[in-house]
């Protein structure tokens, strides 16, 4: 991951929505759905409803949600799925891994741990 991909990773999450929006899914785990004919399923996660329903509040998904989820699919750090007639949303787990290993090799100065001052 280099700088840029950073820089669209951070900008993306640097919106209050957007970043309420991947820590939802971040919290997710994965359901099952059960079939009309009994059949058992993962479901890899809620569905685009849900995500309105829980972050925004309203069951009717709204164009500011399209385009949040938009932007957080273009930084590659959701994945979207049709299923049926609903979309399942996701964390991406390679570019979250890609963040962890970002910020656990960003450190102090020549391997010390510094503090922030207040």
């Known amino acids: 991951m280099d700088h840029k991909d950073r820089s669209v990773i951070f900008k993306a999450l640097g919106d209050p929505t957007r970043l309420r929006v991947f820590e939802f899914l971040a919290s997710c785990c994965c359901p099952v759905a059960v079939g009309d004919e009994g059949e058992v399923r993962p479901v890899l996660g809620p ?16 164009s500011s949600l399209s385009f ?7 930084a590659e750090l959701i994945t979207m799925e049709r299923r049926g007639k609903n979309m399942v949303c996701g964390v991406n787990q390679a570019t979250l891994a890609q963040i962890r290993s ?8 020549c391997g010390e741990e510094t503090e922030m001052k207040q």
Not at 47 to 62: H, P, R
């Open 102 to 109: 970002y910020f656990s090799n960003v450190g102090g100065c």
């Open 68 to 74: 949040h989820l938009k932007e957080l699919r273009n």
């Open 47 to 62: 569905t685009v409803g849900e995500v309105c329903c829980s972050v925004i509040g309203t069951e009717k998904i709204s």
